[in-house]
């Protein structure tokens, strides 16, 4: 099943290069935008990604279901990720946020505190997971130099 999947995704791949560089319309042509060449190509890319982003779930369910532990560890990584949010949230004050609100104050835009926090938040998460992902990387290089 896998081995077809790939095969399918392969021939759709192929096809939409080809249609990329035999049917794209002229750069001068005003209409370009509305050819059928570049709505086949949209079409192309939503059903790749559809295609990609279901077999993802749907691999990674089984997996997690089928492995030993699986289920514990995905649950263990959601508790987790759900204490990054916490903290994310904890560490964007509301003073930053009332001063971004004061700038913008009498502009086209006027944010509120609430959503100014959440970005702080959602940023401070970022930062969080870029950091854990830097970590996971050098953590087995620093084991393997000390030999453990």
């Excluded at 950091?131 to 030999?147: D, R, S, T």
Aim: hydrophobic share 60%.
């Amino acid at each position: 099943m896998h081995k077809i999947l790939k095969i399918v995704l392969i021939v759709i791949g192929v096809l939409a290069a080809g249609l990329s560089f035999f049917g794209m319309p002229s750069g001068d042509d005003p209409a370009a935008m509305d050819s059928g060449a570049i709505d086949l190509m949209f079409l192309l890319m939503w059903v790749l990604l559809i295609a990609a982003a279901v077999l993802a779930l749907f691999f990674g369910l089984k997996k997690m279901m089928t492995t030993k532990g699986g289920l514990k560890k995905a649950l263990f990584s959601l508790g987790a990720l759900a204490v990054l949010f916490i903290i994310g949230y904890a560490l964007s004050s509301g003073e930053e946020a009332e001063a971004v609100v004061q700038t913008f104050a009498g502009r086209d835009i006027e944010p509120e505190v609430g959503t100014v926090k959440n970005i702080g938040m959602l940023l401070n998460v970022f930062f969080g997971m870029t950091i854990v992902a830097v970590a996971l990387m050098i953590w087995p290089g620093i084991k393997k130099l000390i030999g453990r």
